[in-house]
């Protein structure tokens, strides 16, 4: 009974949730032994969040749930391949699994690479460096003391 | 008055937000037409959340603002080189120009490259593909009918 497949089966119903919102239908769970400790469907256009994909929601979800962090037990079902953002997400959780269904070969993960920021957006960089290097330095210094 | 230097001073006071509570020390403010519309500083520890970085609390603070997803003629500044997380968040929400502070030589977007999933995560892809892709058909279909 708890194959991929039937827990992919409970991603898609919650893909259907999006769907039936008008929302681009991905869903997701995270399973912890067996168990359903989150789940999530894309929101992005209800809370006017580019951030509320099905997996954030979940991840976020599930920590609560938790009450750690981290959720290296646990396995992120989710009916389409993450993005760059939700793959970074899943790498911070340190979560032991991830499966999905569909893959997304335009904005994917791992087809992405060098197309992780808009194009049209410009970039800056070294502005009040060494003060945003120091207050980190100061920080994991305070840390090891 | 209003140079790169001055908001990313604003930043940085975010980031000291952070530090006098333990978190990693970064900061974010995103500014739209000179004006400071989102801030936000990262609280990871405190949510237990791993996508509370202060990039992503800026963003989805700024669309609440604005009432709007894309933040097209806005400027993210932060005292850190976004990681990959926080890249895709960027891209999502196409915003017209980020500046920051400190590269991240670990973590950060611009090396990170084939880094982005953690190395202890498994991957699974395919379970129910053709239903996962079907859904996502089916809404497309129906945006264009």
Redesign the interface.
């Given at each position: 009974m708890f194959s991929?497949?039937y827990f992919?089966?409970l991603a898609?119903q919650q893909?259907?949730n999006a769907?039936d919102e008008e929302e681009?239908?991905?869903g997701a769970i995270v399973v912890c032994q067996n168990q359903i400790i989150a789940k999530g469907y894309n929101q992005?256009?209800k809370l006017?969040?580019?951030?509320a994909h099905a997996e954030?929601l979940a991840?976020?979800a599930a920590?609560?749930k938790l009450?750690?962090?981290?959720l290296?037990d646990c396995t992120l079902?989710v009916?389409?391949?993450p993005?760059?953002?939700?793959?970074?997400?899943?790498?911070?959780?340190?979560?032991?699994?991830?499966?999905?269904?569909?893959?997304d070969e335009k904005r994917g993960?791992q087809k992405i690479?060098?197309k992780?920021?808009?194009p049209?957006?410009?970039?800056?960089?070294?502005?009040?460096?060494e003060?945003?290097?120091e207050?980190?330095k100061?920080?994991f210094a305070r840390l090891r003391t």
């Open positions: 991929d497949e992919m089966q898609l893909a259907e769907f681009i239908p991905v992005t256009e006017k969040d580019v951030t954030m991840l976020t920590s609560q009450g750690a962090k981290y290296k079902y009916t389409l391949e993005c760059v953002m939700c793959a970074g997400a899943i790498f911070w959780s340190q979560i032991g699994r991830i499966v999905w269904g569909a893959s993960f690479q060098s992780i920021l808009h049209k957006t410009q970039i800056s960089f070294g502005i009040l460096q003060d945003c290097e207050i980190l100061r920080f």
